[in-house]
């Protein structure tokens, strides 16, 4: 059982792709695996050896802290190189990883599981109440300040901002074929295939420029560097 784990774990850090579509279905291959490797419970044998050495115990002590911060040192690289990671930066950024994982492991974790504060109720409610207030007000703020767009290019902003226009100008009203049919105007914008504009278009009142362009979305925004 612990071999067929390992193997389906395996399977998908060597033949998962780019083109695998993830999350999804593909994605309970790895989570099955990693269910089957901790439920075999394996001490002895190979298997056993290799999970119990002191690296892999180290490195899945430290697990947590190391899946917090791969991500976003791999993303801030990015956007700083204003490139893809080349070889020697991907090992930058693993080695990055590790040594902060270790540190907010060991400052951050451990005394948090195992210090003074485990020991207190009323400072274990009182710091999560912070921390979740805290998140919450943030994705207040951002939602309310439309997604911070001002971090992003100009460039990037107005093609944004272009790509999810809502204006009344956009309506099936003011797209029409030579017959008078109203067309798909949602795709054929997107084409670039603009049939005539419809007389009935005039008839709306102009907005203001804050109702032609619509607000941009916040969590969109902010996983846009992430999309690539």
Partial sequence: MA??????????????????????????VPCLGTALVIHAHCRGGAIGRLLGNPVSVFIGRISYS??????PIIVFLRYGLGHELTTGWALTAVAMSFALAYISWRFVEQPARYGVLASSRGAII???SAAISSAVAFGFIV??????????????????QATYDESPFSSSRCFTDSNGGRS?????????????????????????????????????????????
């Avoid at 190391?66 to 991500?71: P, V």
């Fill in 3 to 28: 071999a067929l784990g390992l193997l389906a774990v395996l399977l998908a850090v060597f033949v998962y792709s780019p083109d695998t579509p993830f999350p999804g279905i593909y994605a309970a």
């Fill in 66 to 71: 190391l899946y917090l911060w791969h991500w």
């Fill in 126 to 128: 009182g710091v999560s």
């Fill in 143 to 160: 939602n309310d300040l439309e997604g911070i767009p001002q971090r992003l290019p100009e460039k990037a902003r107005t093609l944004y």
């Fill in 184 to 228: 798909d105007t949602g795709s054929d914008k997107e084409r670039g295939d603009l049939p005539g504009r419809s007389r009935d278009c005039g008839r709306a009142a102009v907005p203001r420029v804050g109702e032609i362009l619509m607000p941009l979305r916040s969590l969109l925004l902010l996983t846009l560097p992430l999309a690539k």
